[in-house]
Every structure is written in structure tokens, then in C-alpha cells.
């Protein structure tokens, strides 16, 4: 069966592709490929971790027998843990490279197996090219775990704390501490519950955890931070209002929010606060990139502010690939994945929820007043998104075509600019944009949608659907 890497890392339904014995593969494909291209400066470890999905640990541990089996010291976390703890364990301790077990948003019978390289991030898209390329060349080299575990091959160790000490030092923790911030956390029955509490344990902050409970099936939602899986908090926020709610999705990588009182917050206004925050209140300098599908309210943010603005394909691991050159102030992705320099270049909701905390503690008021001031300079920008089912063996023919048939407007305002280079993205005139992409991990495609009123976003949505009939 071949196996192949989508926009972050290997994912498949559970029992059906994704077997014990094909991750045995993956890993004995990865060790193979570190063992053949050994980086300068680094250990022969590998840092593994996984999530809360059905039999994580065990697949975490079947990798870890094949590392240790190939010679590679493993540092193997004993519990479900955030990959950005994952991927800054691998940064700190100097590993060749790290595994986590995730799937991710995606749904309960998925899991996956994410790839992070020596620097701390998601692999590059050759690497993962030139690992599937390992795939079967040799036999899996395995030791049994007990044994590995008893002489030192495989280390069991607890990432987070490592992880949390450096989040403290990102941010003016002690700003945030001293804030009496009353927030709450939707952990959206992912890794991410808990770690608010622990890292202001002691504080005059008051940490609510909300859906924080260990359920492989994540209470029946696929644990992404958008607004459909958010009802349930919402109705306890109107009872109960905070300052604000975070949320992480599945794995912790990423963040998104609503207000103390439930209203939903997309990811974008929240990318748009840091950016505003970093700038005004850190007086901080760089270029800001940003994944195609993100807001274009940043673009006109950083024309006010003077910042270079960078746009990527779809996929943290094309932002990390500019962090790493450096110069880098804000790296961000629509669907919530935000990483800092000084820290990792990966996204990291844990460090993003930290950073809006500390920008309310400095401003000493309320979201809702933040985000009118933004969209008083900067106007309002309204944003939706539509997955649905599309047949993989249709997708090229569907990209070409938005290719070639570009409409001449947008509900009547010209199109400007076409964008080609991940899926296919109309731009108009008046800012308002429509773009239609196939998702990296499923048979799935996803269309976008920007513009000044809920109103005309829905009307855009409605336009991209009505092209996927013309294959």
C-alpha cells in the first residue's frame, strides 16, 4: 500500500490504512532517511508524542520500538501531550527530528503521524517526499518496548514543562499574572486541557476549562476551533461571562477564541489583534507571512504600518520554511495556526492563547472595544468557509478549469488578480475575494470566502459552489 504525506504529515482512518504495521513503515522509512541524512550538530535522538485518539499511545510506542530498534535514543512523552511541546523538545534537546501522533481537527477515526525536523518544526515538503521514497527499501528493525525501556533506548519523559518554562519567558508573564484575568478554555476534548490552569497556577488569573474531559470520540465533534463545534461553550458563556475564550484545537497547534460572552471570534480577527498587538504595544518590527487563505485585513494593516508582508501556499510548513530565513515578526494560517519568532518556528496555540492574554492585561480593556478600533481603521472583513465531499479524481480537472475560465468579476466588482499557486484565488477590486482549494489530508475541497458583510460572503460561497458543477 503506498502511503503519502498531505499538508502536515501522514493521515489515514484507523484499522483501515492506518495500522501498527504501516506506521511500523512510516517509521522505519523516517529512521532510514535521518540515518542517511544526519544534520550537523544534532543528536541521534527522536522525540515521539501523541494525542488522545484511539490507541495514540500504542502507535506512539510501536514507532518508538522501531527508532530504538535502529539505533536512535527515543525520548517517548508518557502522556497525551500539545505537539508544539513535542516540537520544542525536539529544538531544545538538539533530536534529529520528532514524531507526533495526531490527526489533528480531523475526524475520531482518522490519526496521524507528523513529522517535525531538527529545528523544531514541521518537515519540509521534500523531506517528506524523500522519506516516502524510504518506504519498503528495508525491513522494519524493531525492539520490544519493555526491554528498550529498561536499558535507556527509550526514555520516558514529560516535554511539557520544558515547553511552559520557555511560553513564560515569550511573554510578560508576570503582565499576565498579575491581570486578574477570568477567561475560559475550550480544550475541545483535546491535549490543550489543563494547560492554561498549570501555567497560571498561582496567579490572580481564574482559568475555566471547558470540555477538557479524555474522549477519543471528542463529544461527537471533530475537534477544529470553528464555530460549529462551539454550541455548547457558547450557552455556558451567556450563563457565565468571562473576558474571554480561548480554544485549542485536537493536538494544540492552534487557537481560536470567542468572547466572554460566547460570540464567536473567526481566526482571522484574532491573527489581526496579535499583529496590532506586536506592533503597537511591543513595538515590534519584521515581515508578517501569512498562508493564502488568510484575511486580507492584514495586508492593509501591514501597508499602515510599513511591515513586509510574505504570502505561502496552504500548510504551516511553508511559513515555518520563512521563519527559519529569520526577520520574521508573525507567522499565521487560517485556520489558527500562529507561530512567534524566539520561540519555534511551528504554530503553537498554547503561545498564541499566552500572547492574547498579555495583550488584554496591557490594554486594560475590553476584546469587543480592541476589535471595534481595528475595524474602524482597517474596515470590516467578513469570512466563511465550505468543505465539501469532492472525488480526488476530479480535482485536477476542477483546478484547471478555475484556471482557464476565470470570472471577469466578483457580484459585479472586477476581478484584479488571480492566484494560482494553491488552488485557485480570485481577487477583486474591492478586496472581496473567492478561492477553492482541495484539502492536503482528505477527499475533500474547500472553498473561501472574504468580503465587507455576511451577507456577501455567503453570496461568494454560493458562486464557488455553483463551479464545482462545470467538471
Given amino acids: 500500500m503506498s502511503i503519502k504525506f498531505g499538508t502536515d504529515g ?19 522509512a523516517t529512521a532510514d532517511y535521518w540515518k542517511a541524512h544526519p544534520v550537523a550538530g544534532t543528536e541521534r535522538t527522536v522525540v515521539i508524542g ?8 500504542a ?55 507528523k513529522l517535525k525536523s531538527h529545528y523544531g518544526g514541521s518537515s519540509d515538503p521534500q523531506t517528506c517526499r524523500d522519506i516516502e521514497s524510504w518506504l519498503d527499501r528495508n525491513p522494519v528493525r524493531a525492539v520490544a518496548a519493555d526491554a528498550a525501556i529498561r536499558d535507556r533506548r527509550i526514555r520516558l519523559q514529560d516535554v511539557r514543562p520544558r515547553h511552559y518554562a520557555a511560553l513564560k519567558k515569550l511573554v510578560d508573564f508576570k503582565r499576565i499574572a498579575g491581570s486578574g484575568l477570568r477567561f475560559a478554555h475550550d480544550a475541545l476534548f483535546g491535549v490543550g486541557a489543563g494547560c492554561f490552569e498549570q501555567l497560571l497556577a498561582g496567579t490572580t488569573c481564574k482559568v475555566t476549562t471547558l470540555n477538557g474531559a479524555h474522549d477519543p ?32 484545537d485536537g493536538d494544540a497547534d492552534r487557537i481560536g477564541g470567542m468572547d466572554g460572552r460566547g460570540r464567536y471570534l473567526t481566526t482571522h480577527i484574532l491573527i489581526c489583534l496579535l499583529l496590532a498587538h506586536l506592533y503597537h504595544n511591543r513595538h515590534g518590527q519584521g515581515r508578517v507571512v501569512k498562508a493564502l487563505t488568510t484575511t486580507s ?25 520563512e521563519m527559519l530565513q529569520g526577520g520574521v515578526l508573525l507567522g499565521a494560517e487560517e485556520s489558527g495556526g500562529i507561530g512567534f519568532p524566539r520561540h519555534i518556528p511551528e504554530r503553537d496555540g498554547i503561545a498564541a492563547g499566552l500572547m492574547l492574554l498579555e495583550m488584554l492585561a496591557i490594554e486594560n480593556g475590553s476584546l469587543n472595544r480592541l476589535i471595534a478600533r481595528l475595524e474602524k481603521q482597517f474596515g470590516p472583513h467578513r469570512y466563511g468557509r465550505i468543505d465539501t465531499p469532492f472525488p480526488l479524481e476530479k480535482r485536477e480537472a476542477l483546478m484547471e478549469f478555475l484556471k482557464r475560465q476565470a470570472p471577469d468579476t466578483l457580484l459585479r466588482s472586477p476581478v484584479v488578480q488571480v492566484k494560482t499557486f494553491d488552488g485557485v484565488k480570485y481577487v477583486a477590486q474591492d478586496d472581496s475575494w473567492l478561492m477553492l482549494r482541495g484539502s492536503g489530508t482528505e477527499p475533500i475541497l474547500r472553498i473561501y470566502a472574504e468580503a465587507g458583510s455576511e451577507a456577501t460572503v455567503a453570496r461568494l460561497l454560493r458562486l464557488g459552489e455553483s463551479l464545482t458543477k462545470h467538471v
Fill in 50 to 57: 501523541y494525542d488522545r485518539r484511539f490507541l495514540s499511545d
Fill in 59 to 113: 502507535f506512539a510506542r510501536r514507532a518508538a520500538e522501531v527508532f530504538a530498534g535502529n539505533d536512535f535514543t527515543v525520548v517517548l512523552t508518557p502522556a497525551p501531550t500539545p505537539t508544539p511541546s513535542v516540537s520544542f523538545a525536539v529544538k531544545a534537546l538538539r533530536a534529529v527530528g520528532g514524531v507526533m501522533l495526531t490527526a489533528s481537527h480531523n475526524p475520531p477515526v482518522f490519526n496521524g503521524f
Fill in 217 to 248: 470520540l471528542f463529544g461527537g465533534i471533530n475537534p477544529e476551533p470553528v464555530v460549529a463545534n462551539y454550541t455548547r461553550t457558547q450557552a455556558y458563556l451567556k450563563k457565565h461571562p468571562h473576558d474571554l475564550c480561548l480554544v485549542t
Fill in 10 to 28: 501522514w493521515r489515514a482512518v484507523i484499522a483501515e490504512e492506518f495500522t501498527f504495521a504501516n506506521v511500523a513503515r512510516v517509521a522505519q
Fill in 297 to 321: 485585513m492584514l495586508d492593509k494593516m501591514c501597508a499602515a504600518y510599513g511591515l513586509p508582508l510574505t504570502e505561502t501556499g496552504v500548510g504551516f510548513k511553508y511559513i515555518c520554511a
